[in-house]
């Protein structure tokens, strides 16, 4: 089983130090989940394991690739895909242009690019149907569902996603945690940021707790989801 290491990772902005001495693994398969409460440090983490920020110290490496300190061009290229908060969608481009954008770097022949697109339209078979349609136009949900289907176009080892459940219908977020937990047992390693920790517990089978910028708790889902801390924390139990 390979996966992403992270190891003393520190990283900020310019002076603002937000993630101290960060250390976790993250295994592929399998789904992990970070919690944490708004400005722990969860987007943060994400855009240093993605490339968009530098480390000040630490490793990340993905099947023995050492990636700490190289552009975000060559996380993707080993096998790293961030799905972005908010989605990040390119308005005025319909849903099948935005998908194939995720495949943009890896110069596929048209009859691979469209293998890939059919994947993605088999596990959200409402993309098939809006494939034409402006993508921001859709529902949260769907946006969702092409965030996350852009970002396999890149055929990546270790998805990241940031905020998979916010603002969505629970309808919706059915639907996502069903396509993840099949993405999971096909082999794909997801490092998912979730602020409804019920979603997380439900969805992940281990746990990373994050307070303002350190890792404070990691393990199965079901020892994390019964430590009285975190429940006290998290669910709002005395």
Not at 77 to 102: C, K, Q, S, W, Y
Not at 193 to 219: H, K, M, Y
Request: glycine share 12%; charged share 20%; aromatic share 4%.
């Amino acid at each position: 089983m390979t996966g992403l290491t992270i190891n003393g990772v520190t990283a900020g902005y310019g002076d603002v130090t937000v993630l101290q001495d960060v250390s976790f693994n993250v295994a592929a398969p399998g789904i992990t989940a970070v919690i944490g409460s708004n400005g722990a440090g969860k987007t943060t983490l994400l855009r240093a394991l993605s490339g968009l920020i530098r480390p000040n110290a630490g490793r990340i490496a993905l099947g023995g690739a050492e990636l700490a300190g190289q552009a975000p061009d060559a996380f993707v290229a080993t096998g790293i895909a961030h799905v972005p908060e908010g989605r990040r969608l390119f308005a005025g481009m319909t849903v099948e242009d935005n998908l194939m954008m995720g495949a943009f770097s890896r110069r596929l022949p048209a009859s691979a690019l469209r293998e890939e697109l059919d994947a993605v339209y088999a596990l959200f078979p409402r993309l098939a149907e809006r494939r034409k349609q402006d993508a921001v136009s859709m529902s949260g949900g769907e946006q969702q569902m092409c965030a996350i289907g852009r970002g396999l176009m890149a055929k990546p080892k270790v998805m990241l996603i940031d905020e998979l459940s916010l603002g969505l219908a629970p309808v919706a977020v059915d639907v996502l945690v069903d396509a993840l937990t099949r993405l999971a047992a096909d082999g794909l390693g997801l490092l998912v940021v979730e602020q409804d920790v019920a979603v997380a517990f439900d969805l992940a089978s281990q746990i990373v707790v994050l307070d303002r910028g350190r890792v404070t708790r990691t393990g199965p889902s079901a020892s994390v989801a019964a430590d009285p801390a975190v429940r006290a924390a998290y669910l709002g139990e005395a």
